[in-house]
């Protein structure tokens, strides 16, 4: 069994930066990808960003690019998410996700939130005006 606890959230400016966690318990997650999603209220959870396993791929959608970076640290079991630039639309409950693979998943693979088998509680990120 597999647990995620995200931290890291919080309230911030607009144009301002949070580092979330994702620290997981439990079970290895040797050949696992991480993924982020976010969900806003009265919206659908979306995918925004994903790493595999060994770091060398990382997955991100277009609304993030050149504002937020993932990393993992396997050795200590934890997954980083690097918000800068933060708008307030980026405002909602933050979720890490991770699902094993043996291959490089497709970016349609990454951002299915239907594919992932573990789930952290989520977290609250809040970007004021």
């Known amino acids: 069994q597999v647990q995620l606890v995200e931290s890291g959230g919080g309230l911030v400016q607009a144009g301002g930066s949070l580092r979330l966690s994702c620290a997981a318990s439990?079970?290895?997650?040797?050949?696992?990808?991480m993924g982020w999603f976010r969900q806003a209220p009265g919206k659908e959870r979306e995918f925004v960003s994903g790493?595999?396993?060994?770091?060398?791929?990382?997955y991100y959608v277009d609304w993030v690019k050149g504002r937020f970076t993932i990393s993992r640290d396997n050795a200590k079991n934890t997954g980083h998410l690097q918000m800068n630039s933060l708008k307030p639309e980026d405002t909602a409950v933050y979720y890490c996700?991770?699902?094993?693979?043996?291959?490089?998943?497709?970016?349609?693979?990454?951002?299915?939130?239907?594919?992932?088998?573990?789930w952290g509680q989520g977290i609250q990120v809040t970007v004021s005006s």
């Open positions: 790493i595999t396993w060994s770091g060398g791929r990382t």
């Open positions: 439990g079970r290895t997650l040797e050949s696992y990808v």
């Open positions: 996700a991770a699902r094993q693979v043996l291959g490089i998943p497709t970016p349609q693979a990454m951002g299915a939130g239907r594919l992932y088998d573990y």
